[in-house]
């Protein structure tokens, strides 16, 4: 079986492979992959056709110069996907990019199941896109509960498989294992920080975050700074943190990323799939988030939802701070991370609501993967009827 993998990000990588090992014990083995994706789908044998980190990009005013390369990538793509002629095409979360795929490809008119996983956030905005997907892909892989209703009702045969946060490793972290493999003094609380994995979105949050640890180290000695980091903007967060002025580690691995989650005492975060980790993981945390103030605007303007943090969006209500744009400053961060340090309301509450998530995620016997290998391999054997 030869299945086609396209993952634009490090979080959609990550579902990737995790995708990869479902199917791989689903079909005894018997399955080769293809496509794109980073070093953990690699890891579980796809040779990548480029690196993923050329899709990462974030913003309005970030994406316009990079149009040419991406339309070239989307040729490249798609040509390849011709001439491996797989038995399914499985696009993971980058919209933007993986509906050009599968646009193209209906152009083309290849005939191959067209499966998306991760579904965009009509929710959010753009709400009209939900009535069109059918025309381009056969079937989508819902992440959340309550976003197949958006798509069923115009034709889109749609499936709710569960958050594959719920299982990750991230809750089998070792505090003990964090402290003794970086001689980190047990008396430290260590404060992970987390600005991103996108190059815009480290170059704007990694220095407020920063300033922040600063502010806080001045009035408290007895902490020591995580950035957990991964292959698409290591380098930058090395070069912007060189002369951080706080006690800091730096680290690369998800083993040591996960060992982090579980020694921390709170945790400043970029908004997205990182800060639902925390949330299992039970991290007390705050997310920030910048983009530059031409694609705030259209955000505005467009994007119709009350929050923007998922434990927030699933329980209805404001558990985790949200500094966006000009709220996203060094005096909010360390004002609500010195409240969560001192386990007082807030700290209370987003216990609570952490737990409610994990509720809220959970599904059946079954991982979330397994469960969206099962719908890959319907999708497939339905095509060959």
Known sequence: MKVY????????????????RALKKKTGNQVEFFGVGG????AEGLKSLFDISDLAIMGLMEVIPSIPKVLRLLKETVNDIERVHPDVVVTIDSWSFSSRVHKMLRKRKFSVPQIHYVAPQVWAWKKKRAKTMHKY??????????????????GLKTDFVGHPVIESDVVHGSAEAF????DVPL??????????????E??????????????????????????PTVKTVSALVKEMSRNAGVPMVIVESEKERYDAFKAAKAAMAASGTVALELAISNVPHVIGYRVSDFTAMLLRRFMHIEFVNLSNILLGREVVPEL????CVTSNICMYLQELLKHGDLYEKQMAGFAKVRQILGLGEQTPSENAADVILQEIKASDK
């Open 202 to 227: 480290v170059s704007r949050l990694l220095p407020v975050f920063l300033a922040a640890a600063r502010q806080l180290y001045a009035k408290d000695n007895d902490l020591y700074f995580v950035i």
């Open 179 to 182: 402290y003794l493999s970086h």
């Open 5 to 20: 993998l396209i993952a634009g990000e490090p979080s959609g990588d990550l579902l990737g492979s995790r995708l990869m």
């Open 39 to 42: 070093d953990t789908m690699e």
């Open 187 to 200: 008396d430290k609380k260590i404060i992970v920080v987390l600005p991103g994995s996108r190059k815009t």
């Open 137 to 154: 892909i056969d079937r989508l892989m819902t992440l959340l509960p309550q976003e197949p209703k958006y798509f069923i009702p115009y």
């Open 324 to 327: 966006l744009q000009e709220r």
